[in-house]
């Protein structure tokens, strides 16, 4: 990444981001200064990425905390309410996302006996809170995965989880950049990642700006790769990972997964601790989010299969914890059985 | 298909063949009246599937014995030599395209003692007869494959195995179209088949054209609908046989077989003996086309990685014999061992 743009910021009186939608032909920051515009980014992919989700609900909460013109802390909280149905309505799979809200809420429910202006100093604080603590993790994370790559490797990485699906640094490609910073050489192979290209257009894009040698694939020549010797393992990162380790990522995961174990490959997952839900016991409980048909049947404007067809489009997929290697967190490598080490981490502050 | 299209057809004085390219937006059909054009629509994918590409050789090796001026059969055996070697160069996977271009050359050798106008009328008739003796291999083989294929199946397919990439009727879409027919309901899950595409914009539009239920998925998706119960079978064409019964087919194939194998569902193979290739002991022999990197970061002129990143593009896989379930030839349903049941294929006339 330019060393002079963030994934997402907040700029003194709107929530800045990069419009991914627009890479890697456009680098282009956007500043949401509404609600609604920070809703609709998240919900059209001008951000995405679990943590950055996260980051972006944050942000966008203390955007409305600062814009309001309650007169009362009660009316404030009213407000954030509504605010916060409306930013958990724009996507369902990211558990980030509720988390990040949820956070924010009982910050604002802590500060109910004080000021109106206390009240939107304490969201702000607790958004920059979570952007700078999730940046911090995905640099422990790197060093704890960084260790699980061998010199030389090559990785086959899936969908975008850098820098620019975080808050910063990133999980699964901050485990690369962890790995190159401690000298190892290392070679991505990124899948394409249809409908939308992450792999492609970002993941393909960070990797260039760090000199970090990368080859895009499209997602069916991974299983031919492999055969062929040419991949030694699979990192992801992941949407939501149910108590037990199923993990929810990007559609093609699984497949991916499903690979790896034909293979023989280590299959690592990386993601904080707030992706981890307790509440689900395994991952046929998570929502997956199906999207517009239009992603898969047409690319910017030109349509690809003739009017008549039916389309599928889930955006996500769950891996069973059995095919999971490991899944790296900022806490330190959990390995099987995941109920028990997931359920060991400890809750941030 | 619309009743007065085909696929491929000698029409007078020109190859004709409808443009795949251009498909599903526009319908066009394109009258080659040079080897040379008959060469550029093989290497550019205007025409394409083993079969197909069988039947564009020989109409085109006719259409060089028609345009040519030579006043002996010796000179124009001469041409016809050269046009072999031509034709050749252009794709090097699918073996039709050789088992074709001998079966004309042989036919043309056995004219040596004859005229040229004669010569010239045997080259024609055997072209024509490569593509009859194709379509009709087709319907048999459709007849055989039918009764793999339960009534209410979910059939997955990747690529276009249909009678775009035949003489007509299909290979493994001949085998959805002869249960269809039976009196069956199927309904077909296309992968869209990247980077070019051949699921989404050929095989959708050949099952709209025919009304067979059709729901296009990216590549990635299969793995997700196999582990949700949504598919019976997975039904491929071929490009290249061995004769242990491994199978080249379209990048993407060898992943589907690996999915199958792990959800415990049948992997099935429709292709002519034309496409068996005795020569080679296993599909480790056969050669691997690799096509241009702009196929898979530009669509449609839309760049969809940044500069600087490496592209792989392998044009096909190798699926090992041991994921296949068994392979439907024109002479009825081949199981394991492959080594035995195909060499008991007979050879045609």
């Known amino acids: 990444m330019p060393s002079n743009v963030k994934t997402i910021e907040w700029a003194g009186n709107a929530v800045r981001l990069i419009d991914q939608t627009l890479l890697p032909t456009e680098l282009k920051v956007l500043d949401c200064t509404t609600l609604e515009q920070v809703a609709e980014a998240i919900q059209r992919l001008r951000v995405r990425g679990a943590p950055a989700i996260g980051a972006a609900a944050g942000f966008g909460l203390a955007l409305v905390a600062r814009r309001s013109e309650a007169q009362s802390v009660a009316s404030l909280l009213g407000e954030l309410e509504q605010a916060q149905a409306v930013l958990a309505a724009t996507r369902p799979t990211a558990v980030n996302l509720f988390w990040a809200l949820e956070r924010m809420m009982r910050c604002a429910q802590a ?3 004080g000021s109106v202006q206390r009240l939107k100093e304490a969201l702000l604080a607790e958004a920059e809170a979570i952007a700078r603590e999730d940046e911090a993790a995905n640099r422990r994370m790197g060093q704890y995965g960084a260790e699980l790559i061998p010199d030389g490797a090559n990785v086959l990485t899936h969908c975008n989880a850098g820098a620019l699906a975080t808050a910063g640094y990133g999980t699964a490609l901050g485990v690369i950049r962890a790995a190159v910073e401690a000298g190892k050489k290392v070679h991505v192979y990124a899948d394409e990642t249809r409908p939308l290209l992450q792999g492609a257009r970002l993941t393909a894009w960070e990797m260039v700006q760090e000199h970090i040698p990368v080859t895009v694939i499209t997602d069916n020549m991974a299983g031919h790769l492999m055969q062929q010797g040419r991949i030694d393992l699979a990192l992801v990162g ?6 037990n380790g199923d993990v929810a990522n990007k559609i093609g995961t699984y497949t991916v997964a499903v690979l790896a174990k034909h293979h ?18 395994s991952g046929t409980e998570i929502p997956i989010e199906e999207r517009s048909p239009d992603e898969v049947v047409n690319f910017r404007g030109v349509r690809t299969a003739p009017a008549g067809v039916r389309v599928y489009n889930p ?9 999971v290697t490991a899944i790296i967190t900022e806490q330190g490598v959990v390995r099987p059985p995941y109920t028990e080490g997931l359920a060991a981490l400890e809750e941030p502050q």
Chains 1, 2 share one sequence.
Do not use: K, N, W
């Open 111 to 113: 500060q109910a006996e």
């Open 238 to 243: 992941a949407d939501r990972i149910a108590a």
């Open 264 to 281: 023989g490959l280590p299959f690592y997952v990386a993601a904080p601790r707030s992706t981890i839900d307790f509440s689900l016991t």
């Open 315 to 323: 955006a996500f997929d769950v891996t069973p914890h059995d095919l």
